[in-house]
């Protein structure tokens, strides 16, 4: 079936640091691959992704390419701020069927100390 | 503004008393749907809808009922809430055929405890 394993939290880092965190699928066929951010007290918020293999999506200075030979799209930062704060969720959208389910990983929660 | 309202946003319950969480979009979407958040297991979606009177289940629905009798609604219903359905809970619209890019639009939320 489809999956998504996240790396493990919480992550914290400083103001400034440099931000990966992991983010590995299973799935058949071409599927969608999505990062959602959940800020304290909210829904989550689309923010990147990517629709085919190779793609790069990119916002906000996040970055995460969707690599097919590693089942993977590993969210990116150069530089973390504060506000960058929350609970980051990698999603997958099945490659078949008009359905617009996500598969979600369990979440990484993501701290910035000034 | 285009948003997905749901309400309440904090709920408090006993045992077997039933409640329903409201859910509404303004975006004209064709999709809904209704995830709850655990820690440790992300989002599970619990029922979706592709249009109105069209409902089917998700990955974890037992305990819980929806309609879709309007476009823009889908409540969620729990006939008698029990303790393992204390959770946070989301409602979710997206446009049914725009492409395998077009993401989820998300409320913020439904807090909801049963003792």
């Known amino acids: 079936g489809n999956s998504v394993t996240q790396m493990e939290g919480p992550v914290t880092l400083s103001e400034e640091a440099f931000l990966t965190i992991n983010c590995t699928y299973t799935?058949?066929?071409?599927?969608?691959l999505f990062w959602y951010v959940q800020y304290p007290g909210e829904g989550l918020q689309l923010l990147l992704k990517?629709?085919?293999?190779?793609d790069k999506g990119s916002n906000k200075g996040f970055e995460a390419t969707y690599r097919k030979e590693t089942t993977s799209f590993h969210l990116e930062k150069g530089s973390v701020q504060v506000s960058d704060s929350a609970v980051y969720f990698c999603?997958?959208?099945?490659?078949?069927?008009?359905?617009?389910?996500?598969?979600f990983g369990q979440g990484t929660r993501l701290t910035i100390n000034p | 503004e285009a948003q997905v309202t749901q309400n309440p946003r904090y709920l408090i319950t006993v045992t077997g008393k039933k409640l329903t969480v409201t859910c509404s979009q303004n975006?004209?979407?064709?999709?809904m749907s209704w995830y709850r958040q655990d820690p440790g297991l992300g989002l599970r979606q619990i029922y979706y809808?592709?249009?109105?009177?069209?409902?089917d289940k998700g990955d974890v629905p037992e305990g819980y009922k929806v309609s879709r009798k309007e476009k823009r609604n889908f409540p969620l219903i729990l006939e008698s809430p029990s303790p393992n359905q204390t959770s946070l809970y989301f409602c979710?619209?997206?446009?049914?055929?725009?492409?395998?890019?077009?993401?989820?639009?998300f409320g913020n939320g439904t807090r909801l405890t049963v003792t």
């Open positions: 809808s592709m249009n109105v009177e069209v409902t």
């Open positions: 799935a058949t066929g071409y599927p969608s």
């Open positions: 979710a619209s997206s446009p049914a055929y725009r492409g395998r890019g077009s993401p989820l639009h």
């Open positions: 999603a997958l959208k099945p490659w078949a069927g008009g359905a617009q389910k996500l598969v």
């Open positions: 990517a629709t085919k293999a190779d």
């Open positions: 975006m004209n979407h064709e999709y």
